[in-house]
């Protein structure tokens, strides 16, 4: 038998385990990617409130407008964090439960199979799934009022540089700007991934605040840095450099985006493969 | 076979196992007995992999558990005294988790799932704790598997559910399947558990089977009191007394008993029964 990897075996889990995200995650997926009619709903509710004469508008419909794209890509922005940082520890972090983590510890599939079903499911399945239906939401709020301008589904893809772009059509997101707000969103995914299977209480507070620590220790190492460092000499070094590759200068920027967003997701990945071989109940 | 060497386990600086060193035979039911504390949970979840020996090695069918590997969780189940309570209806979370286990059958689940007169179709978020580890216990058979570990499966059952218990713990294990049951209570499986293990503090008192013990000891049902007796309790019309059997003769072990005695009398029944 095949202890490290069997396709038949793979896929089996790879669908329990979609169940079983289902029953823990659904719910907030759900709500999460119905943030848009939800806040639409909110919004013109409370804005035609107190904007007053609400009694009246109530017999001759709302007159404000609805939420621009602006606001709308904002709230995006929000929802998609806040998914991201919370939605992990939801999926995953019963495993540190004596209860349920035992049982999931001795499911017949091998510690490679369980691992790669993780990752695939909360890096790949859950954000696409959330991001489909906010996407879908979104378009349906600015297909039923047309006030609200552009959906985010558009996206305007002129691959223009930055992840807004505020021409004269006013802001749209741009198609640079959506792969690094997925691969923000991956790179938190995955820091708060292995915060729940590290932390067996307070999983999300407790990344947060080892999130804090590790932060301030780097502040403390570049302080250090910058103290031995000669700015000047590296500044016109930067400059030189930046002057040569002005015409890939945005390649160069986003490669350095996704090779720090890269090592995070290994170096998360290696710590959650660890966690998964040594924890015991 | 189970081959336990020189097992040790503690929690922080707190030793619970010690210099544990036995052998789990192949076709039989063991029942693992002793005090709160003295570590019976800590064994069985050394045993299924859940947690790793500080000292010395546990080796199922040659396997190392803790190492998790499929080809040995397929022929292992760990049945906890808690379990959850999954919001899906008691069929359907069977069939999800069954196809993990290559011998499982859905069908032999529902059979012993009516012997335990559960409906399948409930919602396992909304039964009793007693109807739940009667879900479990029916899966865990269902499972076919080779080894069985369970901790306290009778704790929540009621009476007739006690004795569905012993019956499908007879009829629905294979002949060699090795099953280790955690217990505290001896008289709801006296009728089906042999060999014994009994746990002291760190240390295994015995592990013998009934047929061994008999041979050894005599438990006299009768209503005369024996100087020698190594423990004596008074029960309704007479006593039950345990002592060293010098003339060979018959009695039926009586586990409560047994487990008294031993406790009073640790070294005695120690050099008794040659453990080391």
């Known amino acids: 038998m095949n202890n490290s990897f069997s396709s038949r075996r793979f896929r089996n889990y790879f669908l329990f385990d979609l169940r079983t995200l289902r029953g823990n995650i659904g719910m907030m997926v759900l709500l999460m990617g119905l943030a848009p009619i939800i806040l639409y709903v909110f919004y013109m509710l409370f804005g035609n409130l107190f904007s007053g004469d609400f009694l009246s508008r109530l017999l001759t419909g709302p007159r404000i407008s609805g939420p621009s794209l602006g606001a709308r890509i904002g709230v995006f922005v929000a929802v998609t964090f806040i998914f991201s940082i919370l939605f992990p520890s939801r999926a995953y972090g019963f495993i540190t439960e004596k209860k349920a983590g035992s049982s999931w510890l001795l499911l017949p599939a091998s510690r490679s199979e369980k691992f790669i079903s993780m990752l695939l499911c909360a890096l790949a399945v859950v954000p696409a799934l959330f991001f489909l239906l906010y996407f879908c939401s979104d378009w349906f709020v600015c297909f039923f009022d047309r006030t609200c301008g552009d959906s985010l589904l558009t996206m305007k893809l002129n691959r223009e540089n930055g992840l807004f772009n505020f021409g004269a059509d006013g802001p749209v997101l741009v198609a640079n700007g959506f792969w690094i707000l997925y691969v923000f969103a991956a790179q938190n995914i995955a820091v708060f991934l292995l915060g729940g299977l590290l932390f067996r209480k307070w999983k999300v507070v407790g990344t947060i605040a080892a999130l804090f620590g590790l932060n301030t220790l780097a502040t403390v190492f570049m302080s250090m840095l910058i103290e031995n460092v000669d700015f000047q000499h590296v500044g016109e070094k930067i400059a030189q450099w930046a002057c040569a590759h002005a015409d890939s200068i945005n390649f160069w920027l986003n490669g350095l985006i996704n090779l720090k967003v890269g090592l995070i997701l290994a170096a998360c990945g290696i710590g959650i493969w660890f966690r998964l071989k040594s924890i015991k109940h | ?276």
């Not at chain 2, 600086?13 to 789990?24: D, G, H, W």
């Not at chain 2, 409560?256 to 009398?265: C, D, P, Q, R, T």
Request: proline share 5%; aromatic share 10%; glycine share 6%.
């Open chain 2, 1 to 276: 076979m189970i081959t336990i060497d020189n097992l040790a386990f503690n929690y922080g600086s707190i030793p619970v196992l010690k210099n544990i060193t036995t052998r789990l035979e192949e076709g039989r039911i063991y029942g693992l007995l002793g005090e709160n504390g003295v570590g019976k949970t800590t064994l069985l979840t050394l045993l299924c992999g859940l947690k790793k020996p500080l000292v010395g090695s546990i080796a199922t069918d040659g396997e190392d558990p803790y190492r998790r590997l499929p080809s040995l969780l397929q022929k292992q189940y760990y049945l906890p005294d808690e379990v959850v309570a999954f919001p899906l209806s008691a069929e359907q979370w069977a069939r999800g988790n069954g196809i993990f286990w290559p011998n499982y059958s859905q069908e032999k689940f529902l059979t012993i799932l009516k012997e335990f007169e559960t409906d399948p179709e409930q919602k396992m978020s909304r039964m009793s704790a007693g109807q739940l580890k009667k879900t479990y216990v029916s899966f865990a058979l269902a499972t076919g598997c080779k080894y069985l570990f369970m901790d306290e499966p009778t704790n929540g059952l009621d009476i007739p559910s006690k004795a569905q218990f012993r019956s499908a713990i007879m009829k629905h294990t294979a002949e060699d399947s090795t099953i280790v049951i955690s217990t505290h209570q001896v008289r709801d499986l006296e009728n089906i558990i042999d060999p014994i293990i009994i746990l002291d503090r760190q240390d295994v008192l015995l592990n013998t089977s009934l047929e061994e013990i008999s041979k050894r000891l005599f438990f006299d049902y009768g209503t005369t009191l024996h100087p020698n007796a190594l423990y004596t309790e008074q029960l309704p019309g007479g006593f039950i007394q345990v002592y060293p059997n010098t003339t060979e003769a018959e009695s039926k072990v009586h586990v409560e008993a047994l487990f008294n005695a031993a406790h009073a009398h640790k070294e005695l029944i120690k050099s008794m029964f040659n453990v080391k």
